[in-house]
Nanobody, 128 residues
Framework: QVQLVESGGGLVQPGGSLRLSCAAS????????IGWFRQAPGKEREGLGC????????YYADSVKGRFTISRDNAKNTVYLQMNSLKPEDTAVYYC?????????????????????WGKGTLVTVSS
């Protein structure tokens, strides 16, 4: 059974950092794409970026480029989202999703349409 479980969310002060994890089970990362997304209250889902799990290539939305970094540990079957310089507007539920390798880049990544399975999300709150 394919499952993605996000963890690492919580309350952080503005300017702080947080690392989210996306643990995959029921499959190995292999030649896939893992994407990170978020949805703030009252807003549409936003694609943050994706990673190609075979070679670690990444693609980011302009809104988070330079602040957020996606990485993976294939041995642990886990993908990470490192978030730095957090702002109150980063407050949202953060999700990871998995799809075919072709979904790692461009709109196939950011729109999330190419993703097949989704986690249930983890809440990040940025507040003083």
């Amino acid at each position: 059974q394919v499952q993605l479980v996000e963890s690492g969310g919580g309350l952080v002060q503005p300017g702080g950092s947080l690392r989210l994890s996306c643990a995959a089970s029921g499959f190995t990362l292999g030649y896939l794409a893992i994407g990170w997304f978020r949805q703030a209250p009252g807003k549409e889902r936003e694609g943050l970026g994706c990673i190609r799990t075979d070679d670690g290539s990444t693609y980011y939305a302009d809104s988070v480029k330079g602040r957020f970094t996606i990485s993976r540990d294939n041995a642990k079957n886990t993908v990470y989202l490192q978030m730095n310089s957090l702002k109150p507007e980063d407050t949202a539920v953060y999700y990871c999703a998995v799809g075919p390798q072709s979904s790692w880049y461009g709109n196939s990544c950011l729109l999330g349409d190419g993703m097949d399975y989704w986690g249930k999300g983890t809440l990040v709150t940025v507040s003083s």
